[in-house]
T-cell receptor
Framework: ETGVTQSPTHLIKTRGQQVTLRCSSQ?????VSWYQQALGQGPQFIFQ???????GRGNFPPRFSGLQFPNYSSELNVNALELDDSALYLC???????????FGPGTRLTVL | AQRVTQPEKLLSVFKGAPVELKCNYS??????LFWYVQYSRQRLQLLLR??SRESIKGFTADLNKGETSFHLKKPFAQEEDSAMYYC???????????FGQGTELSVKP
């Protein structure tokens, strides 16, 4: 069984640029959630995708958007990057009808 | 609004000592409570959940609805327990997790 994978591991961008982060869910999981973890903070929920539809969104502006594909992998897109977007972005997948979310290793985004 | 509070950023104990990591939450309904752990250079992983009422790696946590707390306890800490611990809740099955800020546990030899 393959766990949740994320790419890239690290990313450096400049303010105003756009970025795409990728996540492959664990085998058999059709739900993907994205979290932002700023330094010294707990993860904050960005949004969740279930069967290719957004299924809940946290308090993040519209420049944070996402996609889920038929194979349940997912992308997180952030437009017009700001310095405060620098964080670890975590992806988590879960299977239907369960609460347990399985996390990927994260993508470290640095915005200069 | 739903919130999870972990009052201690750092908890340092000696090996063999009891440990209690505090977690308080604010939610008027019946949430599901979890403890997640992140060991050095590893990903965030589930340690235990209140609904399972199980003990994992010697850790237990009891949900106290009156005090809205879900403290994590272990009677005898081990050096390998050193990690970041996050308390989290969800109020709709399979939905978003609301995390606390985390407590770093350091177990000294």
């Amino acid at each position: 069984e393959t766990g949740v994978t994320q790419s890239p591991t690290h990313l450096i961008k400049t303010r105003g640029q756009q970025v795409t982060l990728r996540c492959s869910s664990q085998s058999g999981h059709n739900t993907v959630s994205w979290y932002q973890q700023a330094l010294g903070q707990g993860p904050q929920f960005i949004f969740q995708y279930y069967r290719e539809e957004e299924n809940g969104r946290g308090n993040f502006p519209p420049r944070f958007s996402g996609l889920q594909f038929p194979n349940y992998s997912s992308e997180l897109n952030v437009n017009a990057l700001e310095l405060d977007d620098s964080a670890l972005y975590l992806c988590a997948s879960s299977s239907p009808g369960t609460d347990t979310q399985y996390f990927g290793p994260g993508t470290r985004l640095t915005v200069l | 609004a739903q919130r999870v509070t972990q009052p201690e950023k750092l908890l340092s104990v000696f090996k063999g000592a009891p440990v209690e990591l505090k977690c308080n939450y604010s939610y008027s309904g019946s949430p599901e409570l979890f403890w997640y752990v992140q060991y050095s250079r590893q990903r965030l992983q589930l340690l235990l959940r209140h609904i399972s009422r199980e003990s994992i790696k010697g850790f237990t946590a009891d949900l106290n609805k009156g005090e809205t707390s879900f403290h994590l306890k272990k009677p005898f800490a081990q050096e390998e327990d050193s990690a970041m611990y996050y308390c989290a809740l969800t109020y709709n099955q399979g939905g978003k997790l609301i995390f606390g800020q985390g407590t770093e546990l350091s177990v000294k030899p």
